[in-house]
């Protein structure tokens, strides 16, 4: 078989797969449509709010706030609109529009000044926040919140169908890919495909449905359910995202209503159609380039690939035809020409909605070569520091200092320190993925807090001030900029069901730290990790939704790891913050003073200090080793198998190790061996059915009636 035609097979291969495996996308099936005659309305009409952002719309803002207000919607409808820093009279422009539709259009039309862009925010993003919490002072009673953009003008009578779909059908987001403008040469060449393209990605027949688990949404318009935005912690949680649609139909789809699985839907809808056009190729361009990159994860191999991916299944099959002179292989050119008109056939549907002619079709291998080159061009401005420039913005840095997670604040003092160096594994594969954004959200508010407790150079007072200030935002008392991260971990927490007090109990110890210097005994410093330490696992069985009997075991465990964290550092902890967690009456008891810790080597009684805490960590693991098969999870409990086992082993070098004279870790190819080793065994041991048998659980202790908001 020649070379030749090995492509060519592959290539067909792969448009087999695109046209009877990938949902039926080419077909643009999915449309809104009108009412099917006899459906029933609903029985009362919700109340919506519109929420625009705006930012240099003067030209084409008037005719979508006009079609937003002339909505022939049965129920109350309020519009928002975010004038975004415009510089062209973009509000006035609002304003005067709805003032031509007389004056109830008028008073239901609310335009607001968005604050100055924060650290971390996307401007879209920002600006729809802002809009959101205008429109919950507005209209508190609003069931549903339609986000649409201020260059989209829709039909009168859409919002009633929106509505009436996303209630009929109990849907958590309804949303419409909007008729784009095609009237240039490169529209008509660009535009249909880039409809085509996105159907590929994000096949909608699979959104609609939940086994694919497939999101995605068009941000042109989306109809939200708001008790589904509350639970999936609003746009805090996606603030970075330059693909903001996408990331918000993923968040809703994981969180959107309890227990996960948010039901989406996302249409055609060529009755609403995009007031903005692009006259020549660099407008497309522009749009492509800010996102493309960004949709690759910003990943040069996935950049790679999809480049690889696009020749093999869009240039290859025409260039082996217009090649056929060099190869010569009349079987490879005639399979290209074969897989070259299926390809053309598929673009078919998105043609006649944009009115085109069939002979379109042909150009696809074009515009999917533009559109490489374009996704190209994102990747090399983002390595640039230009990435994400869209209307005088660059907000590729937004992005990497946000993430779509918790971005630092003025409150917080970084440490430097990440989950990278801490002694147990945090988020590590073993995680599910889909609980991985909720795990981060909590890292990122216990790693922002513990570096304030634990920063030489604040006073106390300013310690608590700031710890305080975080833990009102995780209470829900405080929702500003500067306790961002804070914020995004309650909504994170409440999305996944998992009580707040998880976090909120952490605070508690570290403001204990910021004051209290010296441990008493061995139960003062136990209570100590009960605030500092527990809080962790706990949090971990809750977002598995594992059985509480499960916490005592979890509980000794976590202790366990505090101690051994605090021994590990004892010497750095007192000359760095005068602080000491052995127990102050086991060193009295040894004639041991606190500046022992100063000394290079640790002298005879402080060793026998050392050694009575490594005991009690010792009864404390005892207690934890029925906790990997107690669990129901098998990923958790090759976990917490992994972690006890890495603390056996740090309890053994620090047994024979001396933390004075030496940092007494476990190197990273000793935690994978051990981890590894553990979390194989766990999992062996489980299929085959040898658990060991477990005792008995004792109660969780009395604090365990947990609050949740």
Request: a neutral charge; glycine letters at 10%.
């Amino acid at each position: 078989m020649s070379w030749a035609l090995s492509l060519a097979l592959l290539s067909l291969a792969i448009w087999c797969v695109l046209l009877f495996a990938r949902g039926g996308f080419w077909r643009l099936a999915e449309r809104l449509g009108p009412a099917p005659a006899g459906a029933a309305e609903p029985a009362a009409w919700p109340a919506v709010a519109a929420v625009v952002p705006a930012r240099n719309e003067a030209d084409v803002v008037g005719e979508a706030v006009r079609s937003l207000l002339t909505q022939d919607y049965p129920g109350e409808l309020r519009v928002v609109l975010v004038d975004d820093h415009s510089e062209d009279g973009t509000a006035t422009a609002a304003r005067a529009a709805a003032a031509e539709l007389g004056e109830p259009a008028a008073e239901r039309l609310c335009v607001v000044a968005a604050a100055e862009l924060p650290a971390g925010w996307a401007g879209k993003l920002w600006a729809q926040h802002q809009g959101l919490q205008a429109a919950r002072a507005l209209a508190p009673e609003a069931a549903w919140l339609w986000l649409t953009d201020a260059d989209v003008a829709h039909p009168p009578g859409l919002l009633a169908r929106l509505v009436a779909k996303g209630e009929a059908e109990d849907r958590d987001l309804v949303s419409l890919m909007v008729r784009l403008r095609c009237r240039t040469f490169w529209e008509r060449l660009l535009i249909p495909p880039f409809v085509y393209f996105f159907a590929k990605l994000f096949p909608f027949a699979w959104i609609a449905g939940n086994r694919f688990g497939t999101s995605g949404a068009a941000g042109g318009c989306m109809l939200v359910r708001r008790r589904a935005l509350a639970n999936a912690g609003g746009l805090a949680p996606i603030r970075a995202a330059l693909i903001d649609d996408c990331s918000l139909a993923r968040r809703l789809r994981r969180y959107g209503r309890p227990g996960g699985a948010g039901r989406l839907w996302l249409g055609h809808g060529p009755e609403s159609v995009s007031l903005r056009g692009y006259d020549d190729l660099g407008g497309i361009w522009r749009m492509v380039r800010r996102s493309a990159y960004e949709q690759l994860r910003r990943s040069p191999w996935l950049l790679a690939g999809t480049l690889v991916g696009m020749v093999l299944t869009y240039l290859m099959p025409p260039g082996l035809v217009l090649a056929y002179p060099w190869h010569g292989d009349a079987a490879a050119a005639l399979i290209g020409l074969l897989t070259w008109g299926a390809m053309a056939a598929s673009l078919q549907p998105a043609l006649r909605l944009y009115g085109l002619a069939w002979t379109w079709g042909a150009l696809l291998p074009l515009a999917a070569l533009l559109y490489s080159l374009m996704t190209l061009d994102s990747g090399l401005a983002h390595w640039r520091g230009r990435g994400g420039a869209w209307k005088g913005r660059h907000q590729a840095a937004a992005a990497d200092a946000g993430g779509g997670g918790a971005g630092g604040s003025g409150l917080e003092t970084p440490s430097g320190k990440g989950s990278g160096d801490e002694n147990f594994p945090v988020g590590s594969l073993l995680i599910e993925k889909r609980l991985r954004p909720t795990l981060m959200a909590y890292y990122a508010i216990a790693r922002a807090t513990d570096d304030i407790a634990d920063n030489p150079d604040l006073a106390p007072a300013d310690k608590i001030a700031r710890l305080e200030r975080f833990q009102a935002a995780l209470e829900g008392r405080v929702e500003a900029p500067d306790v961002a991260t804070g914020v995004a971990a309650r909504r994170a927490l409440l999305a996944a069901g998992v009580p707040v007090e998880h976090a909120w109990r952490l605070q508690e110890a570290f403001k204990r730290d910021a004051v209290k210097l010296r441990y008493d005994d061995w139960d003062d410093l136990m209570a100590y990790c009960a605030d500092s330490a527990n809080p962790v696992g706990r949090f971990l069985l809750d977002l598995h939704k594992e059985d509480r009997a499960g916490f005592p075991a979890s509980d000794a465990l976590c202790s366990a790891l505090q101690v051994i964290n605090h021994l590990q550092d004892c010497q750095k902890d007192y000359r760095q913050l005068d602080r000491v967690y052995l127990p102050g009456d086991w060193l009295a008891a040894e004639g041991v003073a606190v500046e022992d810790l100063e000394a290079p080597r640790a002298g005879p009684g402080l060793r026998r200090v050392l050694d009575r805490c490594l005991a009690g960590v010792d009864r404390l693991l005892a207690e934890a080793r029925p906790l990997p098969w107690r669990l129901r999870s098998t990923r958790m409990a090759m976990e917490s198998a992994a972690i006890l086992r890495l603390a056996e082993v740090l309890t053994a070098e620090l047994k024979t190790r001396d933390p004075l004279a030496e940092r007494v870790v476990l190197s990273k190819p000793a935690m994978a061996w051990h981890g590894g080793t553990a979390a194989l065994a766990c999992l062996l041991r489980r299929g085959l059915g040898l658990a060991p048998a477990v005792p008995a659980p004792r109660p969780a202790d009395g604090g365990e009636e947990e609050r949740a908001a």
